[in-house]
């Protein structure tokens, strides 16, 4: 354990617990042997003990209290009907049992998640569905093609945008119901236009629960810092904070209404039961009208790129989180997520993904093995059979201050000056980010941010560091050119024009360029032919260039496409040697031999 | 000279004559000081010699007569009337002196530009102008903030495949015109279609006179490889082969016609004069209905970013050809692109861009000065004041088999080869380019082969080559790190996965992990989180870490992040020193002090 764990929040308590199973069985669970890497439960079911239950269930029933709230809450974000939330709860919590690498891990829909799908949601439920089925397809898709290497360009500054201009987005939607206001969008800036000019119908006594609530389950949060008493109980105290607020929310709305006067805007009914289990709707009907699956594609458009791709940067991003000292397998976690979406789309579920909260929560209470999830689903299913009736007395102003307490907790403010004083330029495609997330959309805002980040990668490859130095070795001046960087088309260009530029520049006549080769460990055809250029540029400038210890490989190319350069090339010399060798015997003694049948370069 | 020029065709005579005047200006024309940067006319102008009128007169009436009928030729291209192309073909001349920085480029519209502007010029000659204007502001505008680096993200595969695809497709578009029938349109395959649908309908006297010329063409191309007798004669004559086909074309359609029976089908009327010079036109009539400039902007959409990228692309590839040995300013090329088609735009042009063709006829007739483009713009301005007359009788087949020669020398099929042969992966990339741009567009056809391109770029910055040993050093097991290239947040978690999976793998305990930082010149907030979680995987897996010789910028980044950090930073030590001081002492000698308030790092 860290020995500053008790400075961190609870969000940052990442470190597995020492000596679970999965630590037990190291590699076999978050890098499975090959006959196991599909499905990570045949790895550590057998070695599962019967002592690992009670935790297992501790967890998973923590992870339940705090599920099924926000599961409600979020279904409202999607603008569905609150038990869509739950329908979204349970399955994914089964399926990761078998497909997932990472025992913290909670799949629910999130905030998020719920957020993206919200504009199709509204439509018809049947879109949402749909969009977990087929968002699930391309997730599982992606994961068996390996793909998941691509959230890697996706740097943490972009994501910090993302994140925090999704929670301002998400919160501020619920600051009107927050004071019994009916929100009018999911939108930033109407939401808080909303609210200033419907101030005089802000309801006194939703507003009131509201607001102690939301205080409430801030300083709650904060319990896990008391470092008096049995820090045990703080911590589960803490973890079960939306639970009591929801629990006190309810009661007290109950209470009062029994005199056939409800002071709160209150969830209203639930409609009970288990949701069926059947093929996702591949059509629908809207307003009475016929909608066929094309269509119903041509709607959802673009969602099926950014919905996906945030599903796998949330999980991914989470399970790394989780799994300090193991390597989170990317793609199986993503095969994971795409099954949970795939099978939760036959249970009328919403897409979902890791949650970053109820991951957490997981982690804190003790999580021995992906098991935990089964005592998680197991209690949906059971609120869904049984607790409807019960959900009917949930304020909804308890609901927006949980929602506004999970988006604050998302707003790391202090990334923002982290960033600041790391690393200044960072801030530009976190700006990009944030600015075009909340202004524009979060689908393009994100992309936005990934292109701006790449930005930079791609400058760096067209600038690489190049060293010039002249020196006069046996009364020759020779330059001695450095590259301490992989050449690659986008840099050949720089490399040719600053040798060029510091040759026009010497005022003294140089005889020699020697390009040293040490660090170009690959080049290609415009490389080449750049160096072919290079080459003929010098010669018009009456100086002569070697090519000293590149490797076979790159030396291959560039002869490959001239034979005649094949006497630049050379190997196995010091370089006083070499100059010594070169002016003496200037361009006899060749060092490279090609073989012209088989188009090999070989040292001699 | 190079040793092998006379085995070069005329596209590679690229040496400038040594000994001109902009060799003996040197940097002075190519790298302008700062006042005469943007006016190198400046630089060069005061010293002009009288001697070089002959030379730069020679030349630029070599290059008009080049220029006149492969402007009436490309004016058909581009859906316009003949004397649209000469009205293109002087003002870029005249400008080019005042702002071009290489001495042999000449500007005139070229077939790729008259194919790009065709769906356009075809509803209004005025779309035509009015893109030549703002395709000019831009290109102005992107030379003025210095853009011209980014053509370097187009590399020679991306550059060749596109080159490939127009020129087949111009070329295919003429092969009707070729033998007397009407050409459908300017798209590959429909052209083939109507040609071989149309077979009967071939008119056999323009079919012969067309294969003859395309023949002569063809062979005087290669009268410059001819070894004896004076090689000056054979040059001239190769050079002007253009001129002389259309002159005998023309003759021979005007001797047949005067017994009233015309074999061929001619060119017909020109609009003879000069055009007016007039803003270029911001609002037009079709069909005589009003069209406002917005409109107009909305249909030519996103030909404003692919014509100045093709334009700017053909300039700058044609000077940087052109240029041995001194550095080709792409900006000021830009500004001098930006210039022409701006001023051209006032004398109804359509875009123009340097012309491969004509530049290297310019290079080859030993041009001096930029002012030899003054006798080519007089010359088509005489040519439109006086000949238009004759211009009537030039077959249509000899433009035909002018524009087909052309394309044929700008398929260079043994790139492919090169490629094969030097770098097979480059050609995925010129696959891309060329199949997109044959059959889907060449705007997005080229867009495409760059983000495939750039897709190698991306896939090595994410993999760096990192190098882990383990070395018994002191009793100690010690994994010694290193990374061979920048790290960058794409390839930051790779880094951290490589040390981690190692550890894994090994099944020896290893105390200690070094990052070796020689090579890390510059990390971002993405890589210093990583280090940061490495440095808490690797206490998970109960092994220290220690960066070592890492550069104090790269240092500072992670310890203004986490001051904790600064304890792992060693520098000044040599290896063995270092694991033996970090296990007699562990932790105590730090070695880098944080000065909080500037947030600065120093090595001790």
């Known amino acids: 354990m860290r020995a500053d764990d008790n400075e961190e929040n609870l969000y940052h308590e990442q470190l597995p617990n020492v000596g679970t199973l999965i630590e037990e069985s190291g590699r076999k669970l978050c890098r499975p042997s090959t006959i196991a890497r599909k499905f990570p439960i045949i790895s550590w079911l057998p070695r599962y003990r019967s002592a690992y239950l009670v935790q297992d269930f501790i967890a998973g029933f923590t992870v339940g209290l705090t599920t099924i709230p926000q599961a409600i809450a979020y279904g409202v974000v999607a603008g569905l009907e609150p038990q869509y939330g739950l329908y979204s709860a349970f399955m994914g919590c089964f399926t990761y049992i078998v497909f997932g690498s990472c025992k913290d891990v909670t799949i629910a829909t999130t905030a998020i998640m719920a957020l993206m799908v919200n504009q199709y949601a509204t439509i018809s439920p049947d879109y949402a569905v749909l969009i977990c089925f087929l968002a699930g397809s391309i997730i599982l898709v992606l994961g068996l ?86 820090r045990l109980v703080w911590k589960y105290l803490s973890l079960s904070r939306n639970a009591l607020a929801v629990i006190f929310g309810t009661f007290l709305a109950y209470i009062l209404s029994r005199d056939g006067n409800q002071p709160f805007r209150v969830t209203g009914n639930i409609t009970a039961g288990v949701p069926p289990f059947r093929l996702p709707p591949f059509s629908t009907t809207v307003d009475g009208e016929y909608v066929s699956f094309a269509d119903m594609i041509s709607t959802v ?64 209470s003790g999580v021995r093995t992906p098991l935990g999830g089964a005592v998680t689903g197991t209690l949906v299913l059971l609120a869904l059979a049984f607790l409807t009736q019960t959900f009917y007395y949930i304020p909804k102003t308890t609901l927006a201050a949980l929602i506004i307490a999970a988006m604050i907790s998302l707003v790391e403010l202090e990334r923002i000056s982290d960033m600041w004083r790391s690393k200044k330029r960072d801030l530009f495609p976190f700006v990009v980010t944030i600015v075009t997330c909340l202004f524009w959309s979060l689908e393009y805002g994100i992309v936005c941010g990934i292109i701006a980040n790449l930005v930079y990668i791609l400058y760096s490859s067209a600038r690489p560091q190049v060293l010039i130095t002249l020196e006069k070795i046996n009364g020759h001046e020779v330059a001695l050119v450095d590259v301490k960087q992989k050449l690659d088309y986008a840099s050949a260009e720089y490399l040719k024009e600053k040798v060029v530029a510091y040759l026009n520049q010497q005022n003294c006549k140089v005889h020699l360029a020697v390009i040293k080769g040490q660090e170009i460990n690959s080049i290609d055809y415009t490389v080449a032919m750049n160096i072919i250029s290079l080459y003929g540029d010098l010669k018009a400038l009456d100086c002569e260039m070697i090519c000293w210890n590149w490797n076979i490989g790159s030396a291959g190319v560039v002869c490959r496409l001239k034979t005649e350069m094949r006497s630049i090339f050379k190997f196995n010399y010091e370089l006083e040697e070499l100059i010594a060798s070169h002016f003496d015997t200037s361009n006899t003694a060749s060092t490279v031999t090609i073989e012209p049948a088989q188009g090999q370069v070989n040292a001699a």
């Open 301 to 364: 458009g673009a969602s099926l790129a950014s919905i996906p791709m945030i599903a796998i940067l949330e999980i991914v991003a989470i399970s790394k989180a989780f799994s300090k000292g193991k390597i989170v397998d990317a793609s199986q976690e993503m095969i994971a997520l795409g099954m949970c979406n795939i099978m939760g789309s036959f249970v009328l579920s919403m897409p979902v993904t890791g949650s970053f909260t109820r991951t957490a929560v997981n982690n804190a």
């Open 145 to 230: 093609l390996n793909m998941g290497v691509l959230v890697r360009f996706i740097s943490i500054p972009v994501i910090t945008g993302f994140t925090m201009a999704a929670a301002t987005t998400i919160g501020s939607a619920q600051i009107n119901n927050l004071v019994g206001l009916k929100g009018p969008s999911n939108d930033l800036l109407p939401s808080w236009k909303h609210f200033f000019t419907h101030l005089p119908s802000i309801r006194v006594w939703d507003a009131l629960l509201g607001v102690v609530t939301l205080i409430f389950l801030l300083l709650m949060k904060q319990l896990t810092k008391i470092k008096w008493g049995n």
